[in-house]
């Protein structure tokens, strides 16, 4: 498999450590966002949202979406898991995943932050504070969240599909320097993701692209 992503990339990262946490081999493919290479071919032509991850598959066929790309290593290499077997406690899980892939990263995302600076015209400082708002936001519900389903990770005490998306975002928040203080959930389990090879070694700090 080749797994074309961008190092800063969170949605691309959520990647990495779902791959790194089923153990599976792969091909590093740099799309430099901030240089604009996601405009040009041939990553253009086969990616035609022009984002960040894509996945090409050993008989190459393109997938796109990063939790669309972690249901299906989770359905073609069952173990370990990354969604619970119980439906219930599936749902919880791509519930969780969703508050940070659904409703902070899309308002948060590179394109969304030069729209407001380049096209709007908005001051750094107004488009930081956009930032921070939205974060806090939704970490306020992922934290309420994980008082009920954490135990080692966001769900339990083995990592999941809910963690490989929080790691990312609290990477990301600490970029823009957002207050954190008021997630200690949130922060705990970070922490413990860390701790893990299959987070440390996808860092963004640690990737071939790191700049």
């Not at 990553?43 to 035609?48: G, H």
């Not at 609290?170 to 389990?189: G, K, S």
């Amino acid at each position: 498999m080749k797994l074309y992503n961008y190092f800063r990339s969170s949605a691309s990262w959520r990647v990495r450590i779902g791959l790194a946490l089923k153990g599976l081999d792969y091909d590093y493919a740099s799309i430099h966002l901030q240089k604009n290479e996601q405009f040009a071919e041939p990553f253009a032509n086969q990616q035609v949202s022009h984002l960040v991850p894509a996945l090409v598959l050993d008989d190459g066929r393109w997938l796109s979406q990063s939790m669309a790309i972690l249901e299906y290593l989770d359905e073609t290499h069952p173990e370990p898991p990354l969604l619970p077997r119980d439906p219930v406690a599936r749902a919880t899980v791509r519930a969780l995943a969703q508050d940070i892939g659904c409703d902070i990263h899309p308002i948060n995302n590179l394109r969304v932050l030069r729209y407001l600076k380049n096209d709007l015209a908005l001051e750094q400082e107004t488009v930081d504070r956009w930032y921070r708002h939205w974060v806090a936001t939704g970490l306020a519900i992922v934290e309420q969240r994980l008082q009920h389903t954490a135990g080692t990770f966001c769900f339990g005490d083995a990592p999941g599909m809910a963690d490989c998306l929080l790691v990312p975002q609290v990477y990301n928040a600490q970029r823009f320097e957002c207050p954190l203080d008021a997630y200690p959930t949130v922060m705990r389990v970070n922490a413990a993701c860390l701790a893990l090879p299959a987070f440390a070694n996808t860092h963004p700090g640690v990737c071939p692209d790191a700049a």
